[in-house]
């Protein structure tokens, strides 16, 4: 199970260029410094890792999960737009399959680990597809908390948590 955790919500069109040029700032400056080929697969690795999350090489090999986002607090009062956002371009712009998980944010962290344990089993028997859960705020401790409480049962459906503004 991959964890990732981020301070932010959505990335930007603005840091997602700061971080293509960072990591190719990394690449050219460190093929200009070696010319040796073991060497410069071990450069391609580092790459990738800091390029994709998960440790997959390509967004291609993102296509073999499901993404299951799970909203933070009030989320049922006040739609989380960069959820939509999110959902956006995870389905029409990478061709992924996205979902976002409707959950009583009011509610217990122990009553939403049900839902989403039950979501992430669903999903799973649908496509046949490891889950990526993506929690924001509340929903990151309700993913965690599923992971948690499920351990055995979610343990070859899901194969990684996002947290992002967890506190």
Known sequence: LDIALAGHAS???EANVWADDRVGSFWNNYKDDNDDEEE????AREFAATRYPLGV????ELEAYVYVLVPGLLSQFSPP???FEAIHRL??????DARFLRVASEASVESNAEVVRAACVKAREETGKRVILVGHSKGGVDAAAALAMYRGELDDVVAGLICIQVS
Request: proline content about 0%.
């Open 81 to 83: 737009v960069y959820f």
């Open 40 to 43: 410069e697969e071990e450069a």
């Open 91 to 96: 389905r029409f712009d990478l061709r992924l």
């Open 11 to 13: 990335l930007t069109d």
């Open 57 to 60: 090489g390509s967004s291609r």
